[in-house]
């Protein structure tokens, strides 16, 4: 099992010790596209203090949905770097193919945490200290095991739970990039689910079939839409425009 983390001045440590920054960390990530989404570290040493003072009326009105997506903001940020973490790992034992899907997965989390900063932001409510988010890697095929495991608890249970909550005071954004949220996390789960039965004792023979498999995987900018196809016109989820959508490259 292996431990990823951020050392207090934001630098990434791979389990070989070699550091980077975040910029360089997410320019991999990413493979050469512009970054999307800048971590944001989550160290108190690093974010801006300030005393915190009383809820203005708009916070007030929304306390509930603030909570939400306070919530959301944090378990995206965590499901971001646990899939860059397996993409790692999954190069390391020489499964490029599934470390592509884990990276394309990676950036789509990073742009559900950012579309959540954003609507925090427009309420008024700044970063705050959160812990650190522990990453914990096994090998590949455990990897996809619990991949798929809290995909299913985000769309079964967290997603639903936030969305409930969040409509009845019926802030728009709010609502609107949760439930797209969301239906990512769906193509997630089927685009995982295609490799489940192989996580048994089947491993090493559909592992080979996926490695021997051409993909391209498609992230839209917008809502973080996965898809192995670019959309024709317009994102199936937000309804952003096809050119929203970005190949996303493989690692070297």
Not at 102 to 122: D, P, Q
Not at 174 to 194: G, I, M, P
Not at 218 to 243: M, N, Q, R, W, Y
């Amino acid at each position: 099992m292996t431990f990823i983390w951020f050392d207090k001045g934001g630098a990434h440590m791979n389990e070989n010790g070699f550091f980077m920054n975040r910029r360089q960390l997410l320019e991999i990530l990413m493979g050469g596209i512009l970054p999307l989404f800048f971590y944001h570290n989550l160290d108190a040493q690093e974010r801006k203090k300030s005393e915190a003072g009383p809820l203005s009326d708009v916070q007030t009105k929304y306390l509930g949905t603030i909570t939400v997506l306070q919530m959301a903001y944090r378990n995206e940020i965590q499901a971001h770097l646990n899939y860059f973490a397996y993409a790692q790992k999954a190069v390391l034992e020489n499964y490029p193919n599934i470390a592509y899907l884990f990276n394309s997965f990676s950036v789509s989390e990073s742009i559900h945490a950012r579309n959540f900063e954003r609507v925090l932001s427009g309420l008024g409510v700044e970063g705050k200290e959160t812990p650190k988010p522990e990453v914990k890697v096994f090998d590949t095929k455990t990897n996809l095991k619990k991949a798929i495991e809290f995909e299913l608890k985000d769309i079964n249970q967290n997603y639903p739970q936030f969305v409930e909550r969040a409509k009845p005071e019926n802030y728009e954004p709010a609502v609107r990039n949760l439930v797209h949220s969301w239906e990512t996390e769906k193509q997630h789960r089927d685009l995982l689910q295609k490799m489940e039965k192989g996580t048994g004792v089947f491993f090493g023979l559909l592992s080979k079939r996926i490695e021997e498999t051409s993909v391209i995987y498609f992230v839209c900018h917008g809502c973080g839409s996965t898809a192995i196809e670019l959309p024709k016109d317009s994102c199936l989820i937000c309804k952003a425009p096809a050119s929203q959508s970005n190949e996303i490259k493989r690692t070297q």
